[in-house]
Every structure is written in structure tokens, then in C-alpha cells.
């Protein structure tokens, strides 16, 4: 299984890899600092799931979420932001993100992620 991580904080990617190895251990981990960096590396790559923060530089998650649905309709998109306005996820959700979690998630976070949100 391949999965993208994309937070412009190394420390907010950092927690969500940590309960990714939790979960998936032998996923094939990507990482991005931006929504620019996640829409190349998903083009390249594929993965089967994206982790995506809606507030970076160069190109924000919104964008991002957006140019990656261009590329596959069915991306399994995770939203991890500390935007925790419902317009945001009202916002996301529309756009084809399948859920959205606030900033930090944890190991039981994730196992809900994989358990409920995604089509694996």
C-alpha cells in the first residue's frame, strides 16, 4: 500500500506517519510539503491514500484536494487540518475528500480512518 502525507510541518507529518506505522507497517510511506509536491507526487505514484492539510504554502489542500480529484475521481483523500470550522469540512467533503479529522490524530484515530473512511 502506498501513502502520501502532506503537511508543510515536519512535526504534523511526523505524528501522522507515527500512527500510520501503528496501523499500516508496511505501507510505503511518501511525503510532501505542499499542495504542489502532492499533486506530482500522486501523479507519479498513485497512492492508494492521501493524509492532506489544508493550510501550506505554494499550493494550499484545498487546491490540492481539488487537482488530485482531476486526476482520479475514486483518490482516497484524508483531510488532517487544525481548520476545524464545518464550513471547511462541509467545504472538503463537496470537493471529494472522503472524511476530515482535526489536527493531531492518533493511533486510534487512524484505525477508525482504515476502518470506516477508506475503500481499501
Known sequence: MKILVVDDSKIARMGVIKSLKDVQPKAELFQATNGHEAVEIFKK???DVVFLDLT???MDGYEALKKIIEI???AQIIIVSADIQSEA???VLVAGAKNMYPKPINGEIMMRIFEQDLLL
Open 56 to 58: 501550506m504554502p505554494v
Open 89 to 91: 469540512k462541509h467545504r
Open 45 to 47: 505514484e498513485r497512492p
Open 72 to 74: 482520479d475521481k475514486e
